[in-house]
């Protein structure tokens, strides 16, 4: 069974740099997954910040930037804002129209 | 501005069938080649796609749900549709609509929440 590995939570300062990645428990993200993230606040709905591995959605901040970091799809928050405080939902494409969802991070800004 | 809405009781009993709409505005679901997804998310819990379907009918589910999934399009209302049979409390969520394009699930719907219980 596959599965898509999230930092459960992650802390960082404000105006600080933090990195939210997304793995595979077996094998390695490539663009082939073509990793998206998304952002949830509570009673929300999700929103779109990054698609296509490194492509940001409309309107959404350039301190949000995706890319492939090693074996795993990242996250980067550049100069973090309390309002960065959410939780970050990756999902990669497996084929064959299948979408799996990683667990997600709870990003705390402190 | 394409928007997706979802719509169905927001109380279904266990054993039954959960049904729900997504009702597409501000373009058509058979237009573009653009695929349209369901997911979940239980109370305080993570997103778990439960499948998709292409504007042609073709459909594509989660395989630990497929036993029970059914989505469908009907372009004369624009909308597609979620059944999920056999439920339990365990789908309890809030269940969104979304569409997919560019790789990416965009828009959503606000969801809506269903709650499974007697």
């Known amino acids: 069974q596959t599965v898509v590995t999230q930092e459960p939570l992650l802390s960082v300062s404000p105006g600080g740099t933090v990195t939210l990645t997304c793995g595979l428990n077996?094998?390695?993200?490539?663009?082939?997954?073509?990793p998206s993230w998304y952002q949830q606040t509570p009673g929300q709905a999700p929103r779109t910040l990054i698609y296509t591995t490194n492509t940001r959605s409309s309107g959404v901040p350039d301190r949000f930037s995706g890319s492939i970091f090693g074996n795993k799809a990242a996250l980067t928050i550049t100069g973090a804002q309390a309002d960065d405080e959410s939780d970050y939902y990756c999902v990669l494409y497996m084929g064959s129209g299948i979408w799996v969802f990683g667990g997600g991070t709870k990003l705390t800004v402190l | 501005q394409l928007q997706v809405q979802e719509s169905g009781p927001g109380l279904v009993k266990p054993s039954e069938t959960l049904s729900l709409t997504c009702t597409v505005s501000?373009?058509?679901?058979?237009?573009?080649?653009?695929?349209w997804g369901w997911i979940r998310q239980p109370p305080g819990k993570g997103l778990e796609w439960i499948g998709s379907?292409?504007?042609?009918?073709?459909?594509y589910y989660n395989p630990s749900l497929k036993s029970r999934v059914t989505i469908s399009v009907d372009t004369s209302k624009n909308q597609c549709s979620l059944k999920l049979s056999s439920v339990s409390a365990a789908d309890t969520a809030v269940y969104y609509c979304?569409?997919?394009?560019?790789?990416?699930?965009?828009?959503w719907g606000q969801g809506t929440l269903v709650t499974v219980s007697s």
């Open positions: 077996s094998g390695s993200v490539s663009t082939n997954y073509y």
């Open positions: 979304a569409r997919t394009s560019s790789w990416r699930f965009d828009p």
């Open positions: 501000g373009g058509s679901i058979s237009s573009g080649g653009y695929y």
């Open positions: 379907i292409y504007s042609t009918g073709s459909t």
